[in-house]
């Protein structure tokens, strides 16, 4: 598989065949946010937060699964495409708790950076939230579905890196969730133990290690803009 | 512009669970005559048509046949779309029904055309009552020789909408959950179980058969330049006839709606169902075709006691029961929305939410990884142009 030419951001580059727009740009310099993407695992798709405007294409196209082709003319920051990401996130954040302040997660939460990156301002789309009891009986992991952003990392992580496939998906629409089990809360005595996996991977706070008072958060205090 | 029936041909002219009667008319001469030409010069012939897909994306069915012909690889599909879920569609139930030996002849051409040795009939689980009939014909087709070398599994769906969008169907046929995948790459190339599949809806597959008796020529001279041959419409609604209805492409909306259905009273029409357009009346002499609005050939007449808001509601519901929930701006764009209209429904909308749902309407068909999420918006969109008035009402104060 020979080298191809694409132009990205109008200048030209060059890449090998079967590379994804978002692995060009990265190789370029070029970040692009993602949330469902995970390296080294097969592409999910489902957060659509890394979209780019390609020439020629009647919607916009999700860079981590699509394979860039000789002659592609991508733009990864036009105007289009930051107000589709500033509105993506703001979806996200749509039905998710305004528990920040008090969320072990706040300083390292990938939503909250990249909101600020895109300066999401003031929420336009508020729905219901969803109320799940938080799972805490497990030693090894808390889990906090109504954080969930449904990025499904969890499920690909426990599925493709340790091979357990603890999680799934139930249920459609605004109502699906990452369920364990058949839908039931990780009791203290699950096949579940201590690789946190998934908990490293987690983007919010919905999964995260038991945690004791007095303990040290982690991250640096993220700079809030406004 | 009387009816033209093409796909309709055997409709009430056969016993649809006897193949006699199917093959006193000319059934199953078309396989014969296919197997007697290459496949090439069949797929060849659906290109000369001009045929379109009849599901609602009216994508050509000659390049995807060869597209899927010429992709690498021994083992192909072909697949029969009979999850009709769009609203207010009933036309493939009607072909079933009345004809489900044309469905079987069409998928054996399309197998041969493509080079697949198994085929599937993905039927919604509504149509479950259908599936005696459909596996019926299969059987007699077998039994009468014309499946040697291609085999037929019906396969039921489970009452999901979405399973409709071809890549969520190959996901259910797969025994997945029912799930919208990202393109590229396209069926044609890594389909059902990851292999070259076409999927053709009920509708395409019945004009098969006929494009290869008579030839793809004869069939190009019937509809306008882009939108070649006849067209199944299910019609419903406020009107005196509601019913299935073959037109050749490019009549006038006004004929079949007032002519042949009987509408009195008409304030709008959604054309393609849930995802659909919704034009208002003062639009009715536009053409049905594919150059203008077409879909899977729903047609839904409301007169002028329905309220905008309620139709586009209640559409917005259904959408939003039925997103498969995997892709953001599907899952929580239609629930806001569905919240959103419901304020405006009881007079408690906000002025500046108007806006915001033109961008989140903008947002969702840009960035939507499916047909769904992509087309949920087109009745509200059209619906905010047309009857302004209505949303203006529902803004709390006015």
Known sequence: MGNISLTLNGTPVSAPQGMTILEVARENGIDIPTMCYLKDLAPVGACRLCVVEVEGSRTLVGSCHTPVTPGMVIQTHSPKVLEVRRVLIELMMA???????????????????????????????????????????????????????????????????????????????????????LDKPIGSNETCRDCKTCITLCPTGALRLPMKFGQEKKGPVLYVKG | MPQEKVVLRNCGAIDPADIKTHRAREGFKALEKARGMTP????????TSGLRGRGGAGFPCGI?????????????????????????????????????????????????????????????????????????????????????????????????????EESALMESVEGKRGEARYRPPFPTVAGLFQK???????????????????????????????????KVFSVSGDVARPGVYEMVLGSPLRELVEGLAGAKDIKMIQIGGATGRIIPYDQIDAPLAFESYLGAGAITVYNRSRGVLEIVGRTMEFLAEESCGKCTPCRQGTEWLVETLDRFRRGEGAARDIGYMQVLADTMALSSLCGLGQAACSGLVDTLKYFRDDYDRGISGK
């Open chain 1, 95 to 181: 039905s998710h708790p305004d528990t920040c302040i008090v969320c072990e997660a706040a300083n390292c939460c990938e939503l909250r950076l990249r909101a600020t990156d895109l300066e999401v301002g003031m929420p336009r789309f508020r729905t219901r939230m969803h109320y799940f009891p938080v799972e805490d009986e497990n030693p090894s992991i808390i889990r906090d579905m109504s954080k969930c952003i449904l990025c499904r990392r969890c499920v690909a992580a426990c599925d493709n890196i340790e091979g357990k496939k603890m999680f799934s998906l139930a249920y459609r629409g605004f109502e699906t969730k990452v369920i364990y089990d």
């Open chain 2, 40 to 47: 090439e010069e069949v797929i060849s012939e659906i290109k």
């Open chain 2, 64 to 164: 995807k046949w060869e597209g899927a012909r010429n992709s690498p690889g021994d083992e192909k599909y072909v697949i029969g779309n009979a999850d009709e879920g769009e609203v207010g569609t009933f036309k493939d139930r009607y072909i079933i029904q009345n004809d489900p030996f044309s469905l079987v002849e069409g998928l054996a051409i399309a197998g041969y055309a493509v080079g697949a040795r198994q085929g599937y009939i993905y039927l919604r689980w509504e149509y479950s009552y259908l599936l005696d009939l459909l596996r019926g014909a299969i059987d007699q087709a077998r039994a009468a020789g014309y499946l040697d070398g291609f085999r037929i599994e019906v396969r039921q769906g489970a009452g999901a909408y979405v399973c409709g």
């Open chain 2, 196 to 230: 070259p599949t076409t999927i053709n809806n009920v509708e395409t597959l019945m004009n098969v058969a006929p494009i290869v008796l008579k030839g793809g020529a004869w069939y190009a001279g019937m509809g306008t330049e882009r939108s070649r041959g006849t």
